[in-house]
């Protein structure tokens, strides 16, 4: 079927994809005024990246990569998340021997092979923060901060903030032992999944989506129960700092997130308007990472914000703006030597930054300008044989309706002004 898209991708058309820009727009301004420099890292990576970056045992590594052999017959994936990429440019770019912390963001497409439903694809987009070398509770709250600034100024004042502790390795190892313990008693109720999971990390039982599942879990020991105290000292810093900050939350302790390498913080931020996936984004800590993929130790800290799932919340609530999308101006020429007139004031009025097209079909006028409308254009310029004889253009205010006749040598000084 050459003329249907693969099951689970969107084609982004014209009309729509300014309302994406106006978001990533956003994106680069917030980052900008926080200290946050761009990085761009290939959409593709040695398969063991994942492996090891992301966690074998996680649904991602497990059902959703996308992964082939390449003709050099070394097993390459496309890349599910962004994370692991930016830590793989980070240390192979040796970034580590520059000043700390870096702080970097990243727009860019993701793979993985999941069910399609509301705002959620096989090919989606990610905005997402990065920052290597800081350890302070500080630097936690500053990621959420932005987080919640960036989805301020999209007019989305109104989502939760969910933020839990995993804790560090050491926590980890109880949390395990407490979870074995708990669940083993209804192993057999558990889904075939999180009976695998059991032995290998059974704190991914509470991450399962199945009905079961939930219900067994919600006794469950948590990771907050379990924390050392070096780590509950960090996590009730970082708390104060969002309180310091005016910035409400809650505490979810059955928070744990998709992905293995999470520690210490992590979060989810929540929308009511997208069913039951209510997650707009989220993400945490993740200290273990960097020397995970063969890096020095070194505290991490990011999160990943899904842009489908952002522009769905924005058209749900009304909250997108209605931008000019096409151009300002519109040329409507009659008779040969006007078109020729035309298409050199084209070239000059896009010299000057005014955006402009004209007719290229032949159209009568009166077609003419009703394609202008349809554009939906401010200005229309119409040349004909008479203005070309007095040396003018009739300039026409499509919205207003009314229309006037300047000379041809104040046209574009006429629609700078406006």
Known sequence: MLTTRPRGTADILPGQVEHWQYIEDMAVRVCREYGYREIRTPIFEHTELFVRGVGESTDIVEKEMYTFQDRGERSITLRPEGTASVVRAYLENKLYAGPQPVKAYYIGPMFRYDRPQAGRYRQFHQFGVEVFGAQQPAVDAEVMALAMDFYGRLGLNDLELHINSLGCPTCRIVVREKLQQFFKPVLGELCPNCQSRYARNPLRILDCKSTRC??????????????????????????????????????????????????????????????????????????????????????????????????????????????????????????DRAVRESFSLLARLRAAGVAADMDYQGRSLKAQMKYAGKLGVRYAVIIGEDELKRGSVMLRDMDAGGQREIPAGEVIGALKDN
């Open 214 to 335: 939930t219900e067994l879990a919600l006794e469950a020991p948590t990771t907050v129960d379990c924390l050392c105290p070096e780590c509950r000292t960090h996590f009730e810093q970082v708390q104060q700092y969002m309180l310091d900050l005016g910035i409400p939350y809650v505490l979810d302790k059955q928070l744990v997130r998709g992905l293995d390498y999470y520690t210490h913080t992590a979060f989810e931020i929540m929308s009511p308007d997208i069913g039951a996936q209510s997650s707009v984004g989220g993400g945490g800590r993740y200290n273990g990472l960097i020397e995970a993929c063969g890096g020095p130790p070194t505290p991490g800290i990011g999160f990943a914000l899904g842009l489908e799932r952002i522009l769905l919340t924005l058209q749900k609530r009304g909250k997108l703006p209605n931008i000019q999308a096409g151009p300002v101006v519109f040329l409507v020429a009659v008779g």
